[in-house]
T-cell receptor, first 115, second 114 residues
Framework: DMKVTQMPRYLIKRMGENVLLECGQDMSHETMYWYRQDPGLGLQLIYISYDVDSNSEGDIPKGYRVSRKKREHFSLILDSAKTNQTSVYFC??????????????FGSGTRLTVL | KTQVEQSPQSLVVRQGENCVLQCNYSVTPDNHLRWFKQDTGKGLVSLTVLVDQKDKTSNGRYSATLDKDAKHSTLHITATLLDDTATYICVVGDRGSALGRLHFGAGTQLIVIP
């Protein structure tokens, strides 16, 4: 069963705390992504990973970092979370190293609230 | 500046009716365009992808068109069901390679009522 799994589904943190969002996929996809979704806006790319330890900044990387030590696992880390990082975070994966017409698979999202 | 505009923002239809969702974009180059369905509280699920200059696809009750000259796409849903209630998101890929980016619209919220 092709799946992208995100943990946790919901998270509440205080400003200044560290946050770890986890994402796993069981399809051996090379490419993985972290996006955030805010009301009224399209998804925004935070980071993209082309394979283990091969990560690139997306459009809004400030305040975030990522880790990919295994192909099936991609983490998003917020060091000292800020209130404006309250959002829904989506992980996605795709086969190959391109983002052409091949299908993207999305996780169900993590709703993060920073108080 | 938003490069992918979707209309309407929201739409209410009765079960069994047809509906059309619009997507206009300014992304250049425009390698491909995808439509996703996002149920409330869930991730995005791909419905279809369009690639050619003037393209048409069909996936059950969903059909889509793309006109790259006009930079315009439509998603048609026929004989809507209650389960079609969701947000439909248009995404334009500016290249078919790892150097490209996906540009997401904010979505059209479709509500199907009995």
């Amino acid at each position: 069963d092709m799946k992208v799994t995100q943990m946790p589904r919901y998270l509440i943190k205080r400003m200044g705390e560290n946050v770890l969002l986890e994402c796993g996929q069981d399809m051996s996809h090379e490419t993985m992504y972290w996006y955030r979704q805010d009301p009224g806006l399209g998804l925004q790319l935070i980071y993209i990973s082309y394979d283990v330890d091969s990560n690139s900044e997306g459009d809004i990387p400030k305040g975030y970092r990522v880790s990919r030590k295994k192909r099936e696992h991609f983490s998003l880390i917020l060091d000292s979370a800020k209130t404006n990082q309250t959002s829904v975070y989506f992980c996605a994966s795709s086969p190959g190293t391109g983002i052409g017409a091949e299908t993207l698979y999305f996780g169900s999202g993590t709703r993060l609230t920073v108080l | 500046k938003t490069q992918v505009e979707q209309s309407p923002q929201s739409l209410v239809v009765r079960q069994g009716e047809n509906c059309v969702l619009q997507c206009n974009y300014s992304v250049t180059p425009d390698n491909h365009l995808r439509w996703f369905k996002q149920d409330t509280g869930k991730g995005l699920v791909s419905l279809t992808v369009l690639v050619d200059q003037k393209d048409k696809t069909s996936n059950g009750r969903y059909s889509a068109t793309l006109d790259k000259d006009a930079k315009h796409s439509t998603l048609h849903i026929t004989a809507t069901l209650l389960d079609d209630t969701a947000t439909y998101i248009c995404v334009v890929g500016d290249r078919g390679s790892a150097l490209g980016r996906l540009h997401f619209g904010a979505g059209t919220q479709l509500i199907v009522i009995p």
